[in-house]
């Protein structure tokens, strides 16, 4: 699977969210969310555990300000505590990034508000890309979302919360 992605911080969420519902964007549900990262080689592999369920995800991106293509891989988990300790004795955790999201959609555009514990609050966008879509097909969407969230885009971020994480010493 695919997806083109921006990261960025906000200032407000519920400013964010209204001027998101502007332009189309519905609310879809409100999620707290727990990734645990893992030592991989390449890419990178997380288990996200939230409420209605429990996914490893490894996913690969070149990371850059600008939006980023994702190839990505979604496996759905019966154990997640238990895959969680497995892991981790087995690959090692690189950090725990929890949050609280917000997701609003508009056809196959995803938007995540997010608030990040120990780090901030951020807007992510994700245009899921399926069998008849294209990355460039994408792009008008999310800029126009952009610009409605009054988000430039030398302001997009490159990293993952937990390399932002790691960066500013929050993974604890």
């Known amino acids: 699977m695919q997806n083109l992605e921006a990261k960025f911080r906000l200032p407000d969420l519920e400013r964010a969210r209204e001027q998101a519902e502007q332009i189309g964007y519905r609310f879809k549900a409100a999620l707290i969310q727990r990734d645990t ?19 490893i995800i490894f996913y ?5 300000r600008d939006l980023k293509l994702s190839d990505y891989d979604i496996v759905p988990i019966a ?8 892991m981790t004795r ?18 196959h555009i995803r938007l995540h508000l997010d608030a990040v514990e120990n780090l ?5 966008i994700e245009a899921v890309l ?5 990355a460039e097909g994408s792009r008008p ?6 610009r409605a969230l009054e988000v430039d885009t ?11 994480m790691l960066k500013c010493g929050a993974t604890k």
Not at 60 to 64: A, L, V
Not at 90 to 107: C, E, S, Y
Not at 130 to 134: L, N, Q
Not at 141 to 146: K, M, S, V, W
Request: cysteine-free; overall charge negative.
């Open 37 to 55: 990262f893992f030592r991989v080689p390449q890419g990178k592999l997380k288990l996200r555990e939230e409420e209605s369920g429990a996914w």
């Open 60 to 64: 690969g991106r070149i990371d850059s």
């Open 79 to 86: 154990e997640p505590q238990k895959l969680r300790e497995v």
């Open 90 to 107: 087995a690959l090692g955790t690189l950090a725990i990034v929890k949050k609280i999201r917000i997701l609003m959609m508009r056809d």
């Open 120 to 124: 901030g609050i951020f807007g992510e």
């Open 130 to 134: 399926g069998a008849h879509s294209d």
């Open 141 to 146: 969407a999310i800029e126009e979302l952009l």
């Open 154 to 164: 030398g302001d997009l971020i490159g990293e993952s919360y937990f390399e932002l």
